[in-house]
């Protein structure tokens, strides 16, 4: 089992590849919530878009298979969706 560093460490590249994967675009993840381990097994990552510190960005990601669950993104990069 992973201890809780490299699950975020694992995460956050997750994390970054898909906002590129998906947006074209480049993150800076400035915090992390683990969710209640009865309710969930994932981690919250939440930071700004590289580009413009103004756009907040959040994104839920299963910490046993590293899959994204679902991403909060500003209209203006939903604008931008690649996939």
Same mark, same amino acid.
């Given at each position: #089992? ?13 994390? !970054?590849?898909?906002?590129? &994967? ?5 993150? !800076?993840?400035? %915090? !992390?919530?683990? #969710?209640?381990? %009865?309710?969930? !097994? ?19 990601? %299963?910490? &046993?298979?590293? *899959? ?6 500003? +209209? *203006?990069?939903?604008? +931008?969706?690649? +996939?």
């Amino acid at each position: #089992m992973p201890n809780q560093e490299q699950v975020i460490e694992k995460a956050t590249q997750v994390g !970054h590849q898909y906002f590129i &994967d998906h947006y074209n675009t480049e993150v !800076h993840f400035t %915090d !992390h919530k683990f #969710m209640p381990k %009865d309710l969930s !097994h994932n981690l919250n990552l939440s930071g700004y878009v590289t580009a413009n510190k103004e756009v907040s960005i959040s994104i839920l990601i %299963d910490y &046993d298979t590293f *899959e994204v669950q679902t991403a909060v993104v500003p +209209k *203006e990069l939903l604008d +931008k969706k690649i +996939k």
